[in-house]
């Protein structure tokens, strides 16, 4: 549902929404008891796990107690009118009034800004007073609530410079990251993934249900300890683990729905109807007397369940923690679904007089997936409306009419199968030499394979041409790592050192095979029989094998001086075989240092800062993910056919030139922050800027023939710089007995520009990319890449007014001269933000709690492919159209324009979540009890006229609304959190 300010439907929502809440509100029962000096309860953490140890103090008198191992605790006190005091390392004091309760539940808020908070950073841990670089930390309480798949749908919105888009509503697609603007052409710009200290590993390793804490490091002084393939930041995972002498069971599920969000609007049958009718327009064979929305017949509510399940707990050397979680889920269209198990153990026992500690995680994910066939809503948009699904004899309807067929039809025959699994097993030993020095290493092997099967029926709109066609691929990925690292700390007086020195070796490989045929006399075999096709052509067969390996030196020495004052410094040094024999080393350094200006004696006796920070670093980092190995080397490949002693034989002829200078990707960030907080801890946050540029950009550019032997080749040559503020804010609102209210916001700005295309040995006055393909039009591009601009840059002609006739009027003098050329085009929007910004509020009061999050972009634009494909009545009566067509005025053939070129502004309510904590009393050992409902992608205010003005961001031509556009949906779930 995507609402204007001005749409009485938004207002209407708004109205509905604050009664509802009202309602729930004023029903919240009130307990009251007789006074009772004897007291007794629980403490609990926010996520309502109980709290060990916790001081219980009545206020005044010499008279406390602390919680058991069920964070239940029992005092007697003095009257019944005493006031408790709450406090335990890490969580904020909270006093309590008795007021006459005999049982009292209280939960602890943790505290934020607690100075000897531990951060995960790479390769260890850092208190968060003495970081100086730009980290930001997201724990488990903050992580967005409902369906979520990987990591990523856990932190969308959350980071200030973090950008997560879901360009597609397909539940197997996976979602763009971009942290910090992009920074590469031809390579990857997602951010470096490590989990639990083990570099490279996927998302997909790890089920959501088991992650306890997300580091995102964003600046290069923070990530150069990942030198190589650090340059769009670095991702921490901290998954959970087991706790000496609390032994749990926990279980997590929900079963949710999904319907779609916004569904095309094509014309009717009574549109189309009535406009043939009022054109007099001949319909004879093609009006059937059929009133079909072809989209509601693709279309479904998807249902959903989660389950998982966690055993863990500990002894005196050891601890353990195992999981199982299993999601199946369905797609709001008939084709789409996936299945997914993850299993995960983690054992840790420590040995010699505890000098050793031995560490073993094994997880594997299996993923049973379809990803739909996004052909099938071009044929739901042209499809008329008037034509059936099926015929009075139960036959399906078809049609070979241009881009049309019947959807349904592909959707129940044909098939697009993926059956990936992937499993690892990491053991890392570390010994303490001394009680200051650490020794570890870590051993990491890993496999990811993937089974594809795809078959279109012979009889579907799919598979007709073919006369049936099947299809087998399989890959399979293996990687080994080895990891060793020494650490040392030291304190003389005032001053703290830590040092890390470390090596890394990993090499991958990969191998990939696959065939295909057509032509089955049956589709009985679907994709299980390849042999049974009667034509396979040559190229129908192929298989590929690469690897790659990683060698790597890396140090980091910390200082704190004085409690105040922090240096950070790293180098790190890596060796690559993906690059060419000059450059195959490159080295990473980074520093970064910090003040505690709170510490200092025109600040110490301020009230009104509890902590003020500044910082600024400098690093550079490298890219070398998102192409292929052997990029550097001459290859061969096929090229026609010789004739010799009879015979025909395959020709192979040069098909890449070598580079000896390819190297990595280098990008260079200084960043500069300051971390505040005032009012007592009630206000605090962090406002930064950074400057990064990236060098040695790779592209492929054409070059003569000869010297070189193919015409093309990947060179280093471009740079481009991203600029950006960004700022956080997050307030401890509301502290009281039963009532806690805490807010968050964060705002990021980022600027990102080409700077370079070209020197003297490889040129381009600019890279035209992107296909603006429409029926009835010509293919020209959408997007330009080019010196002065941004990446996303759209390029194509000015819109002026549509003329009496319907037709374009396009500004033609662009370049001076009277007549539309291709000279006429010019820039014509960006699909770059120039905000991104998110707000959380979560409000607990008694037993209930209520979260909601907002999150939205500011500034960019939108190319409607779809309105630009399917809104002109030139396509009537032979095909369906938009409404749109019956208003705009438009009789001309598609041209791509400014006229299609949108505000892509919105604000979404993305997530609220109202849940209920029961007071178990520890009724058959039951810990937490909580049972919540969730909504998801509630509504959107936005100007786009679109399906959905969150669309793709990837490439070198992201913000567009493609004609095959998948639609987002709307999710509702219901779910329990138990622990016992």
């Known amino acids: 549902m995507i609402l204007s300010t001005n749409n009485p439907n938004f207002r209407i929502f708004m109205q509905i929404g604050t009664c509802v809440l009202l309602i729930l509100f004023l029903n919240i029962p009130l307990y009251a008891s007789s006074a009772a000096f004897p007291i007794r309860g629980t403490v609990l953490d926010i996520n309502g796990e109980p709290l060990i140890g916790v001081s219980v103090t009545e206020k005044g008198v010499n008279n406390a107690t602390s919680t058991d191992n069920n964070g239940q605790f029992s005092l007697e006190v003095a009257n019944e009118n005493s006031i408790l005091v709450f406090s335990y390392l890490g969580f904020s004091e909270l006093e309590v009034s008795i007021n006459g309760r005999a049982t009292l539940n209280v939960t602890l808020i943790e505290d934020t800004q607690a100075l000897e908070e531990v951060v995960v950073i790479g390769y260890g841990t850092q208190s968060r007073r003495n970081i100086s670089g730009s980290i930001t930390n997201v724990s488990e309480e903050d992580f967005n609530q409902g369906v979520n798949r990987t990591a990523t749908d856990l932190l969308q919105g959350k980071v200030a410079g973090l950008t997560i888009t879901k360009g597609s509503g397909d539940i197997t697609n996976e979602q763009t990251i971009r942290l910090r603007g992009t920074s590469s052409l031809t390579g990857s710009s997602q951010p470096f993934v490590v989990i639990d200290g083990v570099p490279g590993l996927s998302m997909n390793s790890v089920a959501p249900q088991d992650i306890e804490s997300i580091s995102i490091l964003k600046d290069a002084s923070a990530a150069a300890i990942y030198g190589s393939r650090a340059a769009s930041g670095v991702i921490l995972i901290t998954t959970k683990k087991g706790i000496e002498s609390r032994p749990m069971i926990e279980y997590e599920g929900y079963a949710a729905v999904d319907r779609v969000a916004n569904i095309p609007k094509v014309l009717s049958a009574d549109q189309w109807r009535d406009y043939t009718s009022s054109h007099d327009i001949n319909t004879e064979g093609i009006d059937r007397g059929a009133n079909t929305s072809w989209f509601d017949e693709i279309m479904r509510t998807g249902v959903s369940q989660s389950h998982s399940l966690s055993m863990s707990g500990g002894g005196k050397s050891s601890t353990y923690r195992g999981s199982f979680s299993a999601l199946d889920q369905q797609g709001v269209v008939r084709d789409n679904s996936m299945e997914r198990y993850n299993g995960r153990l983690m054992f840790s026992q420590r040995a010699l007089d505890d000098r050793l500690n031995l560490t073993f995680v094994g997880a594997i994910t299996e993923r049973n997936f379809s990803p739909t066939d996004t052909r099938n809503f071009v044929l739901a948009y042209n499809m008329v409306p008037v034509a059936p699904v099926k015929n009075d004899d139960g036959t399906w309807f078809d049609t070979q009419e241009y881009d049309q067929g019947n959807p349904l039809r592909n959707i129940t025959y044909n098939k697009r199968d993926n059956k990936n699994s992937l499993f690892y097993g990491n053991i890392k030993a570390d010994f303490n030499i001394t009680e200051d020095f650490v020794a570890g290493i870590s051993l990491l092997k890993q496999r990811e394979s993937n089974d594809y099967g795809e078959y279109n029926d012979s009889q579907t709109e799919r598979g007709r041409n073919d006369q049936g066609f099947a299809k087998r691929e399989t890959w399979t990925a293996d990687k080994r790592l080895l990891e060793a690292t020494l650490n040392y700390k030291k304190i003389f007086d005032e001053h703290n050192f830590n040092f890390l020195a470390g090596y890394s070796y990993e090499d991958n490989y990969y191998q990939k095979n696959g065939a295909q045929n057509r032509q089955f006399v049956t589709d009985f075999f679907d994709y299980d029989n390849l042999g049974a096709g009667e034509n396979l052509r040559p190229s129908d067969v192929w298989s590929e094998a690469n690897m790659n ?88 490949g096929k090229s026609g056919q010789y004739y010799d002693d009879g015979k025909w034989y395959n020709a192979y002829q040069i098909s890449q030139n070598a580079n000896p200078n390819l190297k990595w990707e280098e990008t260079s960030m200084f960043n500069v922050g300051i971390d505040y907080s005032i009012l007592n801890n009630r206000l605090s946050g962090t406002i930064e800027y950074y400057s990064k540029e990236t060098n040695d950009l790779l592209y492929t550019y054409k070059v003569s023939v000869p010297p070189y032997l193919y015409s093309d080749m990947l060179a280093n040559v471009g740079s481009m710089t991203n600029k950006g503020i960004e700022l956080v804010i997050n307030g401890d609102i509301i502290r009281k007995d039963e009532l806690v209210w805490n807010a968050s916001f964060n705002l990021a700005h980022n600027k990102n520009r080409i700077t370079s ?137 598609p041209k791509y324009s400014s006229y299609y070129i949108e505000k892509g502004s919105f604000l979404r309510l993305d997530n609220a979540t109202l849940a209920y904590n029961f007071d178990t009393g520890d009724v058959w050992g039951i810990r937490k009890f909580r049972v919540y409902v969730t909504g998801q992608n509630l509504f959107t205010i936005t100007n786009y006229t679109g399906l959905d003005p969150e669309v793709q961001m990837s490439g070198l031509d992201p913000g567009v609304e493609g004609r095959e556009y998948y639609p987002k949906t709307r999710t509702f779930s219901v779910g329990v959190n138990l622990s016992f």
């Open 549 to 636: 390996k990683l060698i790597s030196f890396f140090g980091r020495v910390n200082y704190v001086l004085q409690d105040r004052y922090t240096l950070t410094a790293s180098i790190r040094r890596d060796g690559s075989s993906k690059f060419g024999a000059n450059h195959k080393w490159g080295t990473f350094p980074a520093v970064s240092a910090a003040w505690i200006l709170k510490e200092e004696g025109f600040l110490k006796d301020k009230d009104f800062f509890s902590d003020l920070k500044l910082r600024a670093g400098y690093g550079v980092s490298g890219n070398q993910a998102g192409f292929d190995p052997y990029r550097s080397l001459q290859l061969y």
């Open 757 to 893: 295309l070209s020197n003297d040995q490889f040129t381009t006055n600019s890279i035209k990319t992107g296909s603006a393909w429409i029926r009835g039009g010509s293919d020209n591009t959408t997007h330009i890449v080019e010196e002065g601009r941004e990446v996303g840059t759209f390029y194509g002609w000015r819109f002026i007014s549509l003329d009496s006739d319907g037709k374009y009027i396009l500004d033609e003098m662009v370049d001076g001269k009277e007549g539309l050329t291709d000279e006429d085009r010019t820039y014509i929007g960006s699909a770059q933000p120039k905000l991104t910004y998110g707000f959380s509020s979560n409000l607990s009061y008694k037993n209930f709690d209520f979260g909601f999050f907002l999150r939205g972009v500011y500034g960019n634009d939108l190319l409607n492919f779809s309105r630009m494909s399917y809104a002109t009545t030139q396509w009537l009566p032979g095909a369906n159209v938009l409404e749109d067509a019956l208003t705009n005025g438009l009789t001309d053939n």
